[in-house]
């Protein structure tokens, strides 16, 4: 799956880019405010329908324009077909996304149309940044490879948030707790399953990613379920209702949980250096995308924010190599078309120069 034409209108100072692109790589390059991280926001914004720099898209929209437009053909290979797909948003809110024609009932669906890995600089606080980072990081992956994970997600989101609004009430019915705790349980439960049944796939994938990058030891992932491996849930949150009560929310459950990520049986985050944290980065999300591919049989689309600021020029070509290898399209960032000397490969790859907002190739 590739997107081989992309037109973007009023993302920050990209006012009107219409280009095609190739199903490899595709490097975009200019000095710093040109418009380079806007076009890859333009992109996050058609697969994900949010920015990944600002909550408030009304910073995205141009300053001279009520609305924003990305809109794209994408090509799927098995079997072959072309879709055309759009994201609107105004300035007031407003949020359409289409597909062929046909309105699309939110932004999880394309999500699931466009399956996007994003590393830039902020990507690097899934080590180093605290226990939400790491769930997310964890749940995309179960998100892409389980159809029926979305559904259970609500539901337990739902049940969540009714429990802890009632815990934070002044006078609480017991028998009402009662209710929402044990309708909490199972979908806590069925929710840690499909985690931990992920993590054990993604685990060879893991293994083998990080062999190919020179400066990483041997990788383990282990995960925090969120309560005591040697007690049930119902047990822990029996105990837990006086502490509930007292601080007004859930104190254990998979919205706690967490990963331990080591490198030779110690934390990654304690052990390695800031080079080796940011190569950590990379490895476990080629690892996500290899093992995507192998559960769904095609590829998700890479955006890499200023690569050659972040990785030396011999890890750079291992995080391409990889890249290539795993037939994907990815969308790379620069100042200098020079850093990607030797990497991208003759025949597999287009250029784009930006400048005050403009695209070309070149």
């Known amino acids: 799956m590739h997107i081989s034409r992309l037109e973007v209108h009023q993302v920050r100072n990209l006012k009107q880019v219409a280009i095609d692109l190739h199903s490899a790589a595709n490097v975009v390059y200019g000095i710093n405010g040109s418009g380079k991280t806007s076009f890859l926001e333009a992109l996050h914004l058609l697969g994900r329908g949010k920015s990944f720099r600002h909550r408030d898209l009304r910073l995205v929209i141009n300053h001279d324009a009520s609305d924003l437009i990305v809109s794209a053909k994408v090509e799927r290979q098995s079997p072959p077909r072309t879709h055309q797909l759009g994201v609107k948003r105004t300035r007031n809110g407003h949020f359409m996304a289409r597909m062929d024609g046909e309105n699309l009932q939110s932004a999880v669906q394309l999500a699931a149309i466009i399956p996007l890995q994003l590393i ?5 606080n899934l080590l180093e940044g605290g226990p939400l980072q790491r769930r997310q990081f964890l749940d995309w992956g179960v998100f892409h490879v389980e159809p029926s994970y979305t559904d259970l997600w609500r539901r337990f989101q739902k049940t969540l948030k009714q429990r802890n609004q009632l815990l934070r009430h002044g006078r609480m019915d017991e028998d009402s707790l009662r209710i929402w705790t044990a309708e909490l349980i199972p979908l806590s439960e069925a929710i840690t399953k499909y985690r931990q049944e992920y993590l054990i796939g993604l685990a060879d ?10 400066g990483l030891g041997l990788l383990s992932v282990e995960y925090y379920r969120g309560w005591r491996d040697d007690c049930s849930l119902s047990e822990v949150m029996t105990g837990d209702v006086a502490r509930d009560k007292l601080v007004g929310t859930t104190s254990h459950g998979p919205q706690k949980a967490d990963l331990k990520i080591k490198v030779d049986g110690i934390l990654a985050s304690d052990s390695l250096s800031r080079g080796q944290i940011k190569l950590l980065v990379y490895a476990l999300k080629l690892a996500q995308a290899t093992y995507y591919r192998s559960k769904m049989g095609e590829s998700c689309l890479f955006l890499l924010d200023d690569l050659p600021a972040e990785l030396d020029h011999r890890h750079r070509r291992q995080v391409i190599d990889c890249l290539y290898d795993l037939d994907c399209q990815f969308f ?9 000397d030797g990497l991208v490969r003759e025949n597999a790859h287009k250029m784009f120069y930006v400048e005050h907002g403009a695209m070309v190739a070149s």
């Not at 830039?120 to 690097?124: E, G, K, L, Q, R």
Request: proline share 0%; net charge negative.
């Open 120 to 124: 830039d600089a902020h990507s690097f």
């Open 332 to 340: 790379v960032t620069g100042v200098d078309k020079h850093d990607f």
């Open 205 to 214: 994938h893991v293994a083998a990613v990080a062999e190919k990058f020179d």
